[in-house]
Nanobody, 126 residues
Framework: QVQLVESGGGLVQAGGSLRLSCVAS????????VTWFRQAPGKEREFVAT????????YYADSVKGRFTISRDNAKNTVYLQMHSLKPEDTAVYYC???????????????????WGQGTQVTVSS
């Protein structure tokens, strides 16, 4: 079992930055792919960014490429999502999720993940 806890969300103006954290407990992140998803009101949960174990492969949704950076600190069992140049359309609840056994291109659908955090709200005002 892996327990995930997100933090770092908040209210920010358009163009601002936030850094989200996802801390694992229970079992370590060893061999787990970790991914950030987000869900805006009335919309389906969507893929944002993913990082493989131990951190050599990174993939991003086109909508955040060049603005968001995913990274992991395995010694701290923590995955980060650094977000710059935020837009109102980035407003959503952001979730981290963990799984194992992904292909080389990573696991990018919600159905591939057994472990989820509770989410952290990000609100970007215009």
């Amino acid at each position: 079992q892996v327990q995930l806890v997100e933090s770092g969300g908040g209210l920010v103006q358009a163009g601002g930055s936030l850094r989200l954290s996802c801390v694992a407990s229970g079992r370590t992140f060893s061999s787990y792919t970790v991914t950030w998803f987000r869900q805006a009101p009335g919309k389906e949960r969507e893929f944002v960014a993913t990082v493989s174990w131990p951190g050599s492969s990174l993939y991003y949704a086109d909508s955040v490429k060049g603005r968001f950076t995913i990274s992991r600190d395995n010694a701290k069992n923590t995955v980060y999502l650094q977000m710059h140049s935020l837009k109102p359309e980035d407003t959503a609840v952001y979730y981290c999720a963990a799984t194992r056994g992904c292909s080389a291109s990573g696991c990018r659908t919600v159905y591939e993940y057994a472990y989820w955090g509770q989410g952290t709200q990000v609100t970007v005002s215009s």
